[in-house]
């Protein structure tokens, strides 16, 4: 019994055994049904993925094509663009230098030509321009090489004549309107009358200047602005900081350069053989005033003393001492039987500055002074239109007309004009002129203005400036 008991154990053990390899059995085959199911999805996934993938690769390839389409289409195009600024360059070169010219502008106020030109009428004029055109050619500065020469000149002519006649470099009248139509005979030589509006001059020597330089065939501008404080700003603004711009520009000298232009620091040249270096003075002689006689039997007579060469525009003049005069008896007032006459010699100003002498005094009201420099830019008032009718220019002026001002603001922008030197100084003619012919701001010998625009010779001898620029 205990054999078979032990069989029968051994059994019982192999069919849990069975059912053991069973349950193990079943679990595997779950094992590969999931397996396969999961293979399924997976495949199936990424058959769509591929398709997808196939997809995006035929696009991308598409838009590689196109691209490189593109890509040489823009290099042909490049090309042709590069090959076209070949040719723009070469035709913006040629362009450049086709034509060139220098242009020559001179303020004839101050700039003026030496005598033996204007007293040879126009044959003078022909050989100035003739002399003048080779001089810029041959000038080192100027780099003409083979560009043409164009030359104007704006000047006043009335006004010259009557200033040359006092410096005694004309004596016929009409050796100046010759000497200007045998230069106009030059071609590209144009002297202008622009008659007695200096301003307008200025201006239109300022944006003719400011039109040319502009313009890449014009390789020079030549200035005869030397003698003038007013064209240093004008100057500045044309060149404004360009260093090419200033290296265009040359400055013609005659008279010494003022500080105003120097300080701009463009070349100056001088043409000594064609432009005179000195001002144009009045050589006439100039009789003090005197007692002019005293009659009783025997005349009582006093001699004049006459003061050569005084300068039109700078230099002071002198007054003679009043004569002594004795006389032999009292004079009774109101007494026309008496034998005994004396003329009284009128009372003279302590500083005659020229010609035209001092300009009248402006009454002034403080306070329309400040209202009137308190005006700025574009809303400052026309000195033109308020001071000598009707502005020339109409609606083109930049400052204001439609504003009527009181007889205190008239005179505070009277005052502020003089402030500004006329360009003719004393030998200006203009009964109106609203400009100052010498300085307005001296008190008790010092100008008190710390931008006075006057030159020196145009304060009373001695002044202490407080502009060191001047």
Known sequence: MAMGDSRATSIMDFVQRYRDYEGRRDLTHELIKDLMIYAEEVESTSR??????????REVSMDLDDATKSRRQLQHRLQDVEERMGF???DNSQLKNRNPYVLVLIDGDGLIFRQHFIKQGIEGGRRAALELHNAVVADPLIHANEAHIFVRINANLAGLKRALKRDGSLTAEDDLYDFVAGFNQASFF??????????????KLKETALFHIQNPSCKQIIMGISHDPTYGPILDEIIRGDMNTQERIKVLEGCPTVRA????GTDIIRFQDIFRSDKLTDRRTVSSHSVHSVQSGSSISTSTSGLPNISYATVTQKASPPPQITLPIPLAPKNTNSSLRVVKQSPKPSWNPGPRGLDAPIPLNPVALETIKKRKDNNKLCNNHFLRGPCAKGDDCCFVH???PNKDEKNAIAFLARLNPCTNGQDCDVDNCIYGHHCPSVVNGICTHPFCKFRPEEHPPGTKLRNNKI
Do not use: C, P, T
């Open 190 to 203: 144009d002297f202008v009358d622009v008659g007695i509006h200096k301003e307008i001059a200025i201006s």
């Open 88 to 90: 723009v360059s070469l």
């Open 48 to 57: 769509v993925e591929n398709a997808r993938l196939v997809q995006q690769l």
């Open 402 to 404: 439609d504003y009527s």
């Open 261 to 264: 232009v120097v300080s701009i």
